[in-house]
C-alpha cells in the first residue's frame, strides 16, 4: 500500500514538473510564408489526426503549407526535403521516421538557410542544424503509463509490450520511461515484446504470436506504444476468448476517438494523450526565428492520462458528435 501511494505522488511529480516547462504558443502569424512539411506517413488514427492539424492551421494563418506523405520511409521524406529546397521554401517542419540519417540533409538546409524545425519524433543530428523541437516528452508518456500500470496491478504484473517503429524516438523514449518506473517494482516485468510499427494490423499479428508464446492467462497487461497497435490487439484477444480489459489489462498512447469507444465497450483501461496540435507551436517558432528572437531547443506539448470514466464525454468531443 505504501508504494501505491508513493507511485501516486510521483506521477503528480512527474505532471506538475512536465506541466512546469511547457512553452505556450504565441500569437498565431506566418502569413504569406511557404513552409514544407515532410510527414512520416499516415500509419495510425493519429498521424492522420496530427496531418489534419498542422493543414488547418496553416490555412488559417494564410501560409503556403506544401505537404510530403513519407509512406513511413526516410528515403521518401528526405526526398522531399531537397524538393523542398529546390523550390526555396522559407522553412521546413519534418517529422521523422527514424532518429538517425539526417545530417546530410539537414545541412543542405543549413547552407541554404531554410530553417528546420522538427517536430513529435526526434534526430540525432547536430542540433545546429535545426532551430528548435516541438514535441511531446515521449519518456514522460512511458513514466506515466507504467505508474498507472503499478498502482492498478499493485505492483504485481507480467507484461507483454507492443512496440512503435523500430529506431523512432517515440518508441525508443516511450520504452525507456516505462522501464525506468517498472524497475523499481520487482515483481513488474516485461515477458514478451515486440515491434508492431504503430500500425492495428501489425497490433493484432503481434499480440496473436503473444498469445501462442506463452500461456495466456499468465498476461496480466498489454502495454502498448500506441492506440492503434493496442486496438489491433483487443481484436486478437476476443478472437482468442479473452475479455480485454478485465482478464488482461491495456495501457497505450494517443488518445485517439477509437480508443475512447474501447473504454466505453469496455475493452480498454487508461490512455495517455499524445496532442496532435503541434502545428501552432511549429509556426510560432518560425515566425520567431524569422524575426531574430531566440527559441528554446524544446518547446513541449503537454497531454493527460483518460480513464473510462471520462470515456464518454471525451469521445464525443473528440469525434464532434
Not at 498507472?148 to 516511450?174: K, N, P
Not at 481484436?235 to 475512447?260: H, N, R, W, Y
Request: with cysteine.
Amino acid at each position: 500500500m505504501r508504494s501505491h501511494k508513493l507511485l501516486f505522488s510521483l506521477v503528480m511529480v512527474l505532471m506538475v514538473i512536465f506541466g512546469a516547462v511547457v512553452v505556450s504558443a504565441q500569437e498565431g502569424g506566418g502569413a504569406g510564408l511557404t513552409i514544407g512539411f515532410s510527414q512520416v506517413g499516415s500509419e495510425s488514427a493519429w498521424r492522420t489526426s496530427f496531418t489534419q492539424a498542422v493543414q488547418a492551421e496553416a490555412e488559417a494563418r494564410g501560409i503556403n503549407l506544401l505537404f510530403s506523405d513519407g509512406q513511413q520511409r526516410q528515403e521518401n521524406q528526405i526526398a522531399a526535403l531537397r524538393s523542398f529546397i529546390a523550390q526555396g521554401v522559407d522553412a521546413i517542419i519534418l517529422a521523422p521516421v527514424v532518429e538517425t540519417g539526417w545530417d546530410e540533409v539537414l545541412q543542405e538546409a543549413a547552407d541554404n538557410q531554410i530553417p528546420v524545425v522538427i517536430v513529435d519524433r526526434n534526430v540525432t543530428a547536430d542540433e545546429s542544424l535545426y532551430i528548435t523541437r516541438v514535441s511531446s516528452d515521449f519518456v514522460h508518456e512511458g513514466r506515466l503509463a507504467a505508474a498507472w500500470l503499478v498502482q492498478a496491478t499493485a505492483g504485481q504484473c507480467d507484461i507483454v509490450e507492443l512496440q512503435g517503429t523500430v529506431g523512432s524516438s517515440a518508441a525508443l523514449d516511450r520504452q525507456q520511461g516505462f522501464n525506468e518506473v517498472i524497475a523499481l517494482f520487482p515483481n513488474m516485468q516485461i515477458v514478451q515484446s515486440q515491434s508492431g510499427d504503430f500500425t492495428r494490423t501489425n497490433g493484432k499479428e503481434v499480440m496473436e504470436s503473444f498469445l501462442n508464446a506463452v500461456d495466456p492467462s499468465t498476461i496480466c497487461a498489454v502495454w502498448s506504444h500506441n492506440d492503434d497497435m493496442l486496438i489491433g490487439a483487443i481484436e486478437a484477444m476476443k478472437e482468442a476468448g479473452i475479455d480485454p480489459g478485465q482478464d488482461i489489462l491495456t495501457i497505450s498512447v494517443d488518445a485517439i476517438p477509437d480508443i475512447f469507444q474501447a473504454m466505453v465497450d469496455g475493452d480498454a483501461n487508461a490512455t495517455v494523450e499524445l496532442s496532435p496540435n503541434m502545428g501552432g507551436p511549429a509556426f510560432d517558432a518560425i515566425v520567431s526565428y524569422l524575426a531574430g528572437e531566440e527559441l528554446p531547443r524544446w518547446i513541449p506539448v503537454a497531454g493527460g492520462i483518460y480513464f473510462p470514466d471520462t470515456a464518454a464525454e471525451e469521445l464525443a468531443a473528440r469525434s464532434g458528435s
